[in-house]
């Protein structure tokens, strides 16, 4: 059974830092990445990252916050620096398996950012 939990949410200043962390059961994903839905707002992209490492990020969050994978511990990590009201949200670990052709959501972590 495949499994996301996120982990690293929480309670920051304006302008601090946060690092999310997603671990997965251990299947080979194609595709990671994180959302985050804030309240009465639809579910939106943050970040995604390939197998490979090529990266995408939402135009909101480019320069503030990086990707990452550690596939050897199934692994993936969402850094937040500059962070901003409007990043508060809850974030959700997402992964994609090409084979069979599926997606898989964490529970979410819930990110306040105080002004």
């Known amino acids: 059974q495949v499994q996301l939990v996120e982990s690293g949410g929480g309670l920051v200043q304006a302008g601090g830092s946060l690092r999310l962390s997603c671990a997965t059961s251990?299947?080979?994903?194609?595709?990671m990445g994180w959302y985050r839905q804030a309240p009465g707002k639809q579910r939106e992209l943050v970040a995604v990252i390939t197998g490979g490492g090529n990266t995408n990020y939402a135009d909101s969050v480019k320069g503030r916050f990086t990707i990452s994978r550690d596939n050897a511990k199934n692994m993936v990590y969402l850094q937040m620096n500059g962070l901003k009201p409007e990043d508060q949200a809850v974030y959700y670990c997402h992964a994609e398996t090409l084979i069979p052709p599926r997606q898989y959501w964490g529970t979410g972590t819930s990110v306040t950012v105080s002004s």
């Open positions: 251990g299947n080979i994903f194609r595709i």
